[in-house]
């Protein structure tokens, strides 16, 4: 089953990826990507869940969210989602057997510089596969809900996106990464898978990840800081095999909600 790390400490900023079953492309049509953004849109209304970004792609998906107060609300919000997203495509493909490959990775990200690149990182995922060459061009993702105003089913959360980054309203919000992004298109013109934000259990300054490694307790002993590419990441040792941030197997979806 599927389930979610047994510690997301209230505060931080998640970045989840979550992959089909053997990456399989079981998100291809666009059906299957709408109805997982729907049940994305359900778990910010039934538990708060506060989203800052996400793109679906054909095999995996992309999430930022901030686990504030409850650190349920994120573990509730990806059985939800996971799961009903695996038992419809099951029911309506008359399938068995798993949708997701393994349990979501988790990755916390500092606020400021590394928060904007990891958003650029997200945003960018279906340019670095060569999909379209902006991600204006797909709808499936947080950059084309922001520059397309809506009046219903809105899954980011624009008031904590205002008060993380002081914005004054939407419309600066639309500018400011429409201005981001055409500036990482113009200076990194083949934008490059980085295991960095989808392997690490942190992306940050030192000084975070010291902090990250002391709030995950006894955990933090598997654990090390490695400095690179202008920044640092806390990695998994090897030996730290079954730790909370570990894999299990695929997961086709609860028995009841």
């Given at each position: 089953m599927?389930?979610?790390?047994?510690?997301f400490?209230?505060?931080?900023?998640?970045?989840?990826?979550?992959r089909?079953?053997?990456?399989?492309?079981?998100?291809?049509?666009?059906?299957?990507?709408?109805n997982?953004?729907?049940?994305?849109?359900?778990?910010k209304?039934?538990?708060?869940?506060?989203?800052?970004?996400y793109?679906?792609?054909?095999?995996?998906?992309h999430?930022?969210?901030?686990c504030?107060?409850?650190?349920?609300?994120?573990?509730?919000?990806?059985?939800?989602?996971a799961?009903?997203?695996?038992?419809?495509?099951?029911?309506?493909?008359?399938r068995?057997g798993?949708?997701?490959?393994?349990r979501?990775?988790?990755?916390?990200?500092?606020?400021?510089?590394?928060?904007?690149?990891?958003?650029?990182?997200i945003?960018?995922?279906?340019?670095?596969?060569?999909?379209?060459?902006?991600?204006a061009?797909?709808?499936?993702?947080?950059?084309?809900e922001?520059?397309?105003?809506?009046?219903?089913?809105?899954?980011?959360d624009r008031?904590?996106?205002?008060?993380?980054?002081?914005?004054?309203?939407?419309?600066?919000?639309?500018?400011?990464?429409?201005?981001?992004?055409d500036?990482?298109?113009?200076?990194?013109?083949?934008?490059?898978r980085?295991?960095?934000?989808?392997?690490?259990?942190g992306?940050?300054?030192?000084?975070?990840?010291?902090?990250?490694?002391?709030?995950?307790?006894?955990?933090?002993?598997?654990?090390?800081?490695?400095?690179?590419?202008?920044?640092?990441?806390l990695?998994?040792?090897?030996?730290?095999?079954?730790?909370?941030?570990?894999?299990?197997?695929g997961?086709?979806?609860?028995?009841?909600?």
């Amino acid at each position: 089953m599927a389930r979610a790390n047994r510690y997301f400490i209230p505060g931080y900023i998640w970045h989840l990826t979550h992959r089909c079953h053997k990456k399989e492309f079981l998100l291809k049509f666009d059906k299957d990507k709408k109805n997982w953004m729907s049940w994305l849109f359900e778990a910010k209304k039934r538990y708060g869940l506060s989203i800052l970004n996400y793109v679906v792609t054909s095999n995996h998906v992309h999430l930022l969210v901030l686990c504030e107060k409850d650190q349920n609300v994120v573990s509730k919000s990806m059985q939800l989602i996971a799961g009903r997203t695996a038992q419809e495509y099951n029911l309506r493909k008359n399938r068995r057997g798993a949708f997701w490959q393994d349990r979501y990775h988790a990755t916390a990200i500092e606020y400021g510089t590394h928060l904007i690149q990891c958003m650029i990182y997200i945003d960018l995922n279906m340019v670095r596969a060569g999909v379209v060459s902006h991600p204006a061009e797909w709808p499936f993702g947080g950059f084309y809900e922001i520059q397309n105003e809506r009046k219903k089913f809105n899954r980011i959360d624009r008031k904590r996106l205002m008060k993380i980054f002081g914005y004054v309203g939407e419309m600066e919000i639309r500018e400011n990464r429409k201005n981001v992004i055409d500036e990482a298109l113009r200076t990194e013109r083949h934008p490059q898978r980085d295991y960095m934000w989808t392997e690490s259990v942190g992306v940050g300054s030192s000084r975070f990840l010291e902090q990250l490694k002391e709030r995950l307790g006894i955990k933090s002993g598997m654990r090390r800081v490695v400095e690179g590419r202008g920044t640092h990441e806390l990695k998994k040792e090897l030996a730290a095999s079954n730790d909370v941030f570990d894999t299990q197997k695929g997961y086709s979806g609860p028995k009841k909600e």
